[in-house]
């Protein structure tokens, strides 16, 4: 609002002192003539910065409403995205992991190779996809009650009460990741609304200011 009013009270005074003296004009129209000079001095300026500076404005707005909409979108694929993150393989993809490991799994984990595979990274696709999906499937279940019993050396019912436990605690780290994107989604939504209309009062007050100031840098050249 500052730059607004110092710059257009400038322009607008400078353009109505040095406009040519009229002669022979009732008042009320070198009024409103000083006021039409002052009301195209702003917006001559403004159509230059919309081509000045409109690109980068928009690409301000445009990427904090892009922003927003990514965040928004987020949710719970963001927060599987992070728990399977070490399941990622680059030859295969990341979408192959899940699927290759279902592929290759042991009917027995106790019995599988030393070289099968990463427990770990598979484990962590499994979650991953559970979050993703809402559910673990029974044949993840089952397979991962075995897999935790013969590496932990837990009995199947506390095998089970663990895997229960860290899906728990997965599905609250990813409700709560989701609800600050949505929070953060929110946020930016805010600011830009807020920018689009503060930025518009001060074009208003610009061209308020514009006009106002040659009215009186008219006045100030008619008295000389």
């Known amino acids: 609002f500052v730059t607004q009013i110092i710059a257009y009270g400038i322009a607008g005074y400078v353009t109505g002192r040095l406009r040519t003296n009229?002669?022979?004009?009732?008042g009320d129209e070198v009024h409103f003539r000083d006021?039409?000079?002052?009301?195209?001095?702003?917006?001559?300026?403004a159509v230059?910065?919309?081509?000045?500076?409109?690109?980068?404005?928009?690409?301000?707005?445009?990427?904090t409403a892009q922003a927003g909409a990514n965040l928004a979108g987020a949710g719970v694929g963001a927060a599987s995205a992070v728990v399977g993150q070490a399941g990622k393989d680059q030859?295969?993809?990341?979408?192959?992991?899940?699927?290759?490991?279902?592929?290759?799994?042991?009917?027995?984990p106790a019995n599988a190779p030393a070289q099968?595979?990463?427990p770990e990274r598979e484990v962590s696709r499994i979650l991953a996809r559970s979050l993703k999906e809402g559910e673990v499937s029974q044949q993840d279940q089952d397979y991962l009650l075995r897999l935790v019993a013969n590496r932990?050396?837990?009995?199947?019912?506390?095998?089970?009460?663990?895997l229960d436990s860290v899906q728990k605690q997965a599905k609250e780290t990813a409700e709560k990741l989701?609800?600050?994107?949505?929070?953060?989604?929110?946020?930016?939504?805010?600011?830009?609304?807020?920018f689009a209309l503060w930025?518009?009062?001060?074009?208003?007050?610009?061209?308020?200011?514009?006009?106002?100031?040659?009215?009186?840098?008219?006045?100030?050249?008619?008295?000389?």
């Open 116 to 118: 099968a595979g990463n």
């Open 91 to 108: 030859a295969q993809g990341p979408g192959l992991g899940y699927f290759t490991d279902t592929l290759l799994r042991p009917a027995d």
């Open 152 to 162: 932990t050396g837990l009995t199947p019912e506390q095998a089970k009460e663990r």
């Open 35 to 45: 006021t039409a000079h002052g009301f195209l001095v702003w917006a001559v300026s």
């Open 178 to 194: 989701e609800q600050q994107a949505r929070e953060a989604a929110d946020t930016a939504r805010k600011a830009a609304a807020a």
């Open 199 to 224: 930025a518009f009062a001060s074009l208003l007050v610009g061209a308020f200011v514009a006009s106002l100031a040659a009215t009186i840098g008219g006045r100030a050249r008619i008295t000389r």
């Open 22 to 26: 009229w002669t022979g004009v009732h």
């Open 48 to 63: 230059v910065s919309v081509f000045l500076l409109g690109s980068g404005v928009a690409s301000l707005v445009s990427g």
